[in-house]
């Protein structure tokens, strides 16, 4: 015996009401959304026209979209019709695709949802900090750009003069619109005046020129903030340059507290304006201890630690601080660590016996960061104590060998490396990996947030509404099968303010996770 399955003919439903269980992903993000201050999810809208969606109810579809791994907006715009969930949380209403986009790549929603990390750094006062530290780490994802629509900046410098003639194609979009409007009809017609026009039109070129480039060496045409780099997913194995970004996260007990987006492609030059970042929302107040890995560590961040977070405690190798732990390279004869230096004197003494005496100082400045680099140069005597040693001391070209010294590098990576091999440093610093890393493999696997799906600036507010599903989904996989009990207690103190109930699903959730499990 089967139950009737007819299709096609009128039937008197029963169910008269739509739900979903208590504990679907749908009720928490519901919760979540309704517990924002309406001071932080509205704008001020205009009085007349057509009265436009709610933007809580637009958050709860594309937060529910992203978490079912749904980012096209038409597709998106299908789920408003055919999902059970999504059509609850929308209160069965059709909304277009172009509705869709134009929200989540608006500056309000990147507000909300900027405005959302803010508020969720106060639930780590309720006990979730992991070893009072902040773990710091990037990947790389695709820009949602053409792959072969690159510019080059040694490419544009090098065809600079033929750019020159073509000044006239360009007349049309930037003299008429920029600088003809400002002059007399008249005076265009003079040969003089014509020159100036030239003028202004390089200078035009050349201003757009470094606005887009911004300190970097290649853009894409179809996204000009994206930046060419290397990506771990090499289909082609040619090391093929692709456009893309570099996210930023800082996490403890494997809760995102912050992030960013940027162009440039290692990790170095992003952690100053990161750590800025943190510290202008109050970030960083909450923990003592940074820590990422060595691709942060070198001499211009060791100097920002030192100089802008002195009361912090950093957990940061350097580039071969794990090689110097070796025994090959304890043993290794041509490195400067393993010879006699004598300090009362100031010189060193290689393997073979041939001496290095200070010789002078010298300054480098770097290109990329600005630092005034200070090195003492220590230059082998030109007659050693024995005929092979004053062969030895010389180089293939028949120059007299030189060792160059940074003594604030030395030092700082000193402290680095005291700080690492310490009980508590290698304690915390082992955490790292088990707290940041599975971030990123969650986004990338469970969520497929391989590339951008909007552009430019906007593809910020893409990787926002990533993670704060993925906090969610964080939530919702702990207590899976069991029922939300979201209470929103109020603070006894005159401190409490309506952020704090924003807070509050996080707080009771991770309570209840905590007070199961026991």
């Known amino acids: 015996m089967y139950q009737n399955y007819i299709t096609g003919q009128t039937t008197l439903s029963l169910n008269l009401d739509f739900s979903i269980p208590a504990n679907h992903i749908a009720s928490v993000i519901s919760e979540f959304v309704d517990s924002i201050p309406n001071e932080v999810i509205l704008e001020i809208t205009s009085d007349t026209g057509r009265p436009a969606y709610h933007p809580a109810m637009m958050l709860k579809i594309l937060l529910f979209a ?204 992003t952690f100053e304006p990161f750590l800025d970042q943190m510290k202008s929302r109050g970030i960083l107040d909450k923990f003592q201890n940074i820590v990422a890995d060595a691709g942060y560590g070198s001499e211009y961040n060791y100097s920002i630690l030192e100089e802008n977070y002195s009361d912090k405690n950093y957990q940061i190798p350097y580039t071969q601080y794990e090689k110097e732990q070796t025994r090959k390279y304890k043993k290794d004869p041509s490195k400067v660590d393993n010879w006699y230096y004598n300090e009362e004197e100031d010189y060193y003494v290689d393997i073979s016996g041939v001496r290095f005496n200070f010789k002078y100082y010298s300054q480098r400045k770097d290109r990329s960061t600005g630092m005034v680099r200070n090195f003492k140069i220590y230059e082998a005597d030109e007659f050693q104590l024995t005929e092979e040693l004053t062969q030895l001391a010389k180089t293939k070209t028949g120059r007299q060998r030189q060792i160059h010294y940074n003594p604030n590098w030395q030092y700082l990576k000193e402290k680095a490396k005291e700080t690492l091999q310490s009980k508590e440093g290698k304690r915390i610093y082992g955490c790292r990996k088990s707290d940041v890393e599975p971030i990123f493999g969650h986004m990338k696997s469970v969520f497929g947030m391989r590339r951008t799906h909007l552009r430019g600036k906007k593809s910020r507010n893409g990787c926002r509404y990533h993670v704060h599903d993925d906090e969610s989904e964080k939530i919702w996989s702990q207590q899976e099968g069991k029922a939300f009990e979201f209470s929103f207690q109020k603070q006894k103190t005159q401190e409490f303010t309506k952020n704090n109930e924003f807070l509050c699903f996080y707080i009771r959730a991770k309570n209840l996770v905590s007070s199961q499990t026991r």
Not at 117 to 140: H, P, W
Not at 220 to 236: G, L, P, Q, V, Y
């Open 66 to 269: 992203y978490s079912r791994r749904v980012f096209s907006g038409r597709k998106i715009e299908r789920m408003l019709e055919e999902n059970l969930p999504m059509m609850i949380l929308a209160d069965n209403k059709k909304i277009s695709y172009h509705t869709i986009n134009n929200f989540r790549s608006s500056d309000h929603a990147n507000k909300v949802i900027k405005q959302c990390f803010v508020y969720f750094t106060s639930l780590l006062d309720e006990g979730l900090i992991r070893e009072n530290a902040v773990f710091i780490d990037g990947t790389k994802i695709e820009a949602d750009a053409n792959k072969y629509t690159f510019v080059w900046k040694k490419a544009v410098e090098k065809y600079h003069a033929k750019l020159k003639e073509d000044v006239s194609a360009l007349y049309d979009e930037l003299i008429n619109k920029e600088v003809v409007k400002a002059m007399a009809e008249e005076e265009v017609q003079t040969s003089q005046v014509l020159e100036i026009l030239a003028q202004e039109t390089e200078k035009e070129i050349e201003k757009i020129s470094e606005e887009i480039f911004a300190g970097r060496n290649s853009y894409s045409k179809t996204d000009h903030d994206a930046t060419f780099m290397h990506m771990k997913e090499d289909h082609m194995r040619n090391g093929q340059l692709k456009p893309g970004y570099n996210i930023q996260a800082a996490t403890t007990n494997q809760y995102i507290v912050d992030f960013a987006l940027f162009p440039n492609p290692t990790d170095f030059r």
